[in-house]
């Protein structure tokens, strides 16, 4: 009975701590008040691994926090919690002092820590309080809230960690497979990632451009594992060639019938050859593991590059932006200035951006809408291609013109050189991104 009582009073305080901490991170924004509230907090601390063998290859954690972050973080914006302090006490009693440490938006940090004794360790973290303010270490304002001017109150806590002298052992990465394999690659198997490369196209910078894979691994034997044919070959035959040894042009010279493809996710995308010319009978999409063909459209006759970009915000991590790109022409509606009320009420949404709506729709029937439109005819843009299903996704117009180069989040990058008018020499380097 005595367990069980303990266990409804930890409940219980959990329960209480959040009663308590809720108030903080669900009241709406309002303006500061007079006089300013003194409001509690709590500190947390954790120690990881715990024990902790002496001479492992990773250093401990340990990572510290209060109850509630600061309600003006925003981002890199508002404030932080300031003057956080650790202090570790080893088992002979040496005391190792840690901060002043601010903290991230969400109210935490954390310190590495290599043990050089085997015992008993203690640590100590205190949070000194703190008036909350709308700006922070960055100096960017943040967002707004009833608690700027508030002093959250000094918190502290203890806890303690073993170190002995059996070296921790870590999570193992999967090693490479030794038999065959399908995608998608579990993302635990991060050592993988060499196989799942792709293709997007050559960067446009150095002497011969980059026509190789760096970051790639092929096969150690290579073998035909199925055949496209793109348009007949071997001998001519009969007296219908010069001569009686000549065969149909293989395509592989000056006039390739297999040029540009790109691979992304072990798709391999081409154009189709039409008669003598290298293009003409739209794009395809060939699984590289099974030759099968997943989709053609007619209506393009080449792709120049891949992008798989990489965005990242407090929302969402991970790669999203899967595209086929080429260089045409786009022609349509645009529309300038759009009132978003009347095409959200026309479409059915809560918001156009990003929504989807069938051909019956005609944006251009609604005055409020067709008052803002005007005729697009711009070559030179760029137009997306969804990878998996070979559909016309957007354009992006007014691309400038110079050297394309792939960027750190796989955004496409653009250089060239400028100079203030026709007649001045050229003095600053610009770069563009889509």
């Avoid at 009686?244 to 019938?257: A, C, E, I, P």
């Avoid at 069938?358 to 137009?383: C, R």
């Avoid at 969804?386 to 050297?403: A, H, I, R, W, Y």
Wanted: a negative charge.
């Amino acid at each position: 009975m005595q367990t069980k009582r303990k266990i409804a009073i930890s409940i219980f305080v959990v329960f209480a701590l959040l009663t308590i901490s809720t108030p903080l991170i669900f009241s709406p924004n309002a303006s500061a008040h007079t006089p300013g509230w003194n409001i509690p907090t709590f500190a947390y601390l954790a120690v990881s691994p715990n024990p902790y063998g002496c001479g492992s290859s990773q250093p401990l954690l340990i990572v510290f926090w209060i109850n509630v972050a600061p309600p003006t973080a925003a981002g890199s914006g508002g404030d932080r919690w300031r003057g956080m302090t650790v202090d570790v006490t080893t088992p002979s009693g040496k005391v190792e002092h840690f901060g002043p440490i601010t903290s991230d938006p969400t109210g935490s940090s954390y310190i590495q820590y290599n043990p050089t004794e085997l015992g008993n360790y203690s640590v100590f973290f205190n949070f000194p309080g703190q008036n909350l303010s709308r700006t922070g270490p960055t100096g960017i304002v943040g967002a707004d809230s009833v608690y700027i001017g508030d002093y959250f109150m000094p918190s502290n806590t203890t806890t303690t960690f073993t170190v002995n002298d059996t070296p921790t052992s870590y999570f193992q990465e999967a090693p490479l497979p030794v038999s065959y394999w399908e995608r998608p690659i579990n993302e635990n198997n991060q050592f993988w990632s060499i196989l799942g490369s792709h293709w997007l196209g050559q960067n446009e910078y150095g002497a011969t451009y980059m026509k190789y894979n760096p970051y790639g691994r092929a096969p150690s034997t290579a073998h035909v594992m199925w055949t496209y044919p793109l348009t007949w070959g071997g001998i001519v035959g009969g007296d219908h060639a010069i001569s009686d040894s000549m065969s149909f042009y293989s395509g592989s010279q000056y006039q390739l019938k297999f040029s540009n493809p790109l691979i992304m996710y072990g798709i391999v995308y081409f154009s189709l050859p039409v008669n003598n010319a290298i293009q003409g009978n739209g794009v395809t999409a060939v699984d590289l593991r099974t030759g099968k063909t997943l989709w053609t459209n007619t209506a393009i006759n080449s792709v120049s590059f891949g992008q798989l970009y990489d965005y990242e915000s407090p929302n969402q991590h991970g790669t999203t932006g899967s595209y086929l790109w080429y260089s045409g022409t786009a022609i349509g509606t645009g529309i300038t200035n759009p009132n978003q009320t009347a095409i959200n009420q026309y479409i059915g949404a809560s918001s156009f951006l990003g929504a989807s709506y069938g051909t019956d729709k005609n944006l251009g029937s609604v005055p409020a809408i067709s008052s803002s439109t005007q005729a697009v005819n711009a070559p030179g843009s760029w137009i997306a291609v969804d990878p998996q299903t070979g559909k016309l996704l957007f354009n992006e117009t007014n691309v400038p013109s110079g050297t394309r180069a792939y960027g750190p989040q796989g955004e496409w990058l653009i250089y060239n050189i400028g100079r203030a008018d026709a007649n001045s020499p050229f003095t600053y380097l610009w770069q563009w991104n889509n």
